[in-house]
């Protein structure tokens, strides 16, 4: 059932996961060819936004900060298995796994790698004021929109 803490909640994910996504495409390779990284990450929010945190809205100015972060650590959790998903399927066709188990396990190496583009100081503090803004305006649009 669609309402306004879900729309929200997705609207503001999706912003946030574009704005985090063009800062690790500024931080990444010269040159490397980024396809459909931002839209896929940006699908993600909305469905992050849509399920996670459109449902647990509404319970109070505390929840509202957990919510963001609960749903904003999805966004990422998500989009870093996508990414490592996608990845290790580019390789795969590429003959580069002896067999199905090692390409299962590259996925979290893949992971891991790709995680370790998000350490960097202004993406942390992106994705932290955008999970306590987003779960902020979420729990706003709860109470005004019932």
């Known amino acids: 059932m669609p309402t306004a803490p879900k ?9 946030v996961a574009f704005l985090v996504s063009s800062m690790v495409i500024e931080n990444g390779d010269e040159g490397k060819n980024y396809g459909m990284f931002t839209y896929v990450n940006m699908a993600l929010g909305v469905i992050c936004g849509w399920w996670i945190m459109g449902k647990r809205a509404g319970r109070g100015w505390t929840a509202a900060i957990n919510n963001g972060l609960t749903g904003m650590a999805a966004l990422v959790f998500w989009g870093l298995f996508v990414q490592g998903v ?8 590429r003959h ?3 067999g199905p188990f090692e390409a299962l396990i590259s996925i979290f190496k893949i992971c891991v790698e790709y995680g370790q583009q998000l350490v960097v ?3 942390l503090w992106t994705l932290v004021i955008g999970a306590l803004v987003t779960g902020l305006v979420t729990e706003e649009a709860a109470r005004r929109w019932r």
């Open 7 to 15: 729309l929200v909640s997705g609207l503001c994910l999706l912003i």
């Open 86 to 93: 996608n990845e290790m399927l580019r390789l795969a066709m």
């Open 96 to 98: 580069r796994y002896d």
């Open 121 to 123: 100081p202004e993406i």
